[in-house]
């Protein structure tokens, strides 16, 4: 019951190429926006961050808070109330968040122990033992 994969422009492809040479990962087939949930075919547009992703109704959302408007309901359907097909087509685009996390929190670390930040300060920081973090990271 896998989710058909969504047709693409050609600008698309060449954008997501672009983002899978950044981050230097394969994007899952299906990107969802990492606030509502909802896949880049439900929504006018999808924006691309660090390993998340924001859909233009959601950002709208985010505006109505900023400016301390109401909020109206747009029909949100919590991502785990979502049909199967839904689901599963979500679940590649949460591991490939939680992946890219991953990676990116192992470059932090990396980057502070050349600066020769301490595994006691990583753990501390971490809120787990200088061991964990050096057995997690090293
Ligand atoms: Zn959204």
Request: aromatic residues 6%.
């Amino acid at each position: 019951m896998a989710a058909a994969k969504p047709k693409r422009t050609p600008e698309e492809i060449k954008a997501r190429r672009k983002l899978e040479r950044a981050i230097r990962r394969k994007l899952p087939d299906a990107l969802h926006c990492s606030f509502c949930g909802k896949s880049q075919v439900e929504v006018e547009k999808l924006i691309a961050g660090p390993f998340v992703f924001i859909c233009n109704e959601c950002v709208a959302m985010c505006n109505d808070v900023i400016a301390a408007r109401p909020i109206p309901d747009n029909g949100y359907t919590k991502p785990l109330e979502r049909p199967t097909e839904q689901l599963l087509s979500l679940m590649g685009s949460v591991n490939y968040a939680a992946d890219a996390s991953r990676d990116f929190l192992q470059q932090v670390v990396d980057t502070l122990r050349s600066r020769e930040v301490s595994w006691a300060d990583i753990g501390q920081t971490l809120g787990v033992s200088r061991q964990s973090a050096w057995e997690r990271f090293s």
